[in-house]
């Protein structure tokens, strides 16, 4: 049962990046999955989820119109394009597995939920 997130780097202010999210051992169908990110000294913090069985999406305000989370559930994987990226976008960018918000209803970024993390991608935007 593995989370493996890729795509991160470095990239100008206003350039685009687009992180995928593989999942395996496990299927994500039933599943909401969402991007974490974690800058130095920071907490970390939500950025995206969505809920792979019928794609009900939910962005926090930072990037909304900016970020899109999609899924390709016969490659079960979960994608994140970046776009109009700003330097407080660098951070190490999570994805992880929430078991409980299909059940419950609940598509959003509560960590408690979130029970199988990947090992991070690190995203740099340059000023």
């Known amino acids: 049962v593995q989370l493996v997130e890729s795509g991160g780097g470095l990239v100008q202010a206003g350039g685009s990046l687009i992180l995928s999210c593989a999942a395996s051992g496990f299927t994500l169908d039933n599943y909401v999955i969402g991007w974490f990110r974690q800058a130095p000294g920071k907490e970390r913090e939500g950025v995206s989820c969505?809920?792979?069985?019928?794609?009900?999406?939910y962005y926090v305000d930072s990037v909304k119109g900016r970020f899109t989370i999609s899924r390709d559930n016969a490659k079960n994987t979960v994608y994140l394009q970046m776009n109009s990226l700003k330097p407080e976008d660098t951070a190490v960018y999570y994805c992880?597995?929430?078991?409980?918000?299909?059940?419950?209803?609940?598509?959003?970024?509560?960590?408690?939920?979130?029970?199988?993390w990947g090992q991070g991608t690190q995203v740099t935007v340059s000023s």
């Open positions: 969505i809920k792979s069985s019928d794609g009900t999406t």
């Open positions: 992880a597995t929430d078991p409980w918000g299909v059940r419950i209803g609940n598509v959003d970024l509560d960590i408690a939920r979130y029970t199988n």
